[in-house]
């Protein structure tokens, strides 16, 4: 799995080396995470949007929005249920990753 400048996530196979291109950015993708379970892919960019993402297919899920901020950094709880996104202006929110509204900002 890659981010890219270019603006899209890439979605490799690595037994095939195949490559699944996932779009809907206006600005490059900065991080990019797998759930624990590796059934969902989850994606940040400079444009203040994390993105959730079909791992097997490509599809997206949901667009997870109220950052005020290009997002740096994203991952997955371990039990996959919820995620965190770190953004240059120094807050982090906690996501629902079922339902998708932000549970909680961190500023610091």
């Known amino acids: 799995m890659s981010g890219s400048w270019d603006v899209t996530v890439g979605l490799w196979d690595t037994a095939t080396g195949a490559l699944q291109t996932l779009e809907g950015y206006s600005n490059y993708v900065n991080s990019v995470a797998f759930s624990p379970d590796g059934k969902q892919v989850m994606s940040g960019s400079y444009d203040g949007t994390v993105r959730l993402w079909d791992a ?35 807050t982090v929110q906690l996501w629902d990753t079922a339902t998708g509204p932000a549970l909680q900002t961190l500023k610091g």
């Open 56 to 90: 097997a297919t490509g599809a997206a899920l949901k667009t997870l929005e109220g950052c005020l901020s290009c997002i740096e950094s994203v991952a997955f709880s371990p039990g996959g249920k919820q995620a965190m996104s770190g953004s240059c202006d120094g």
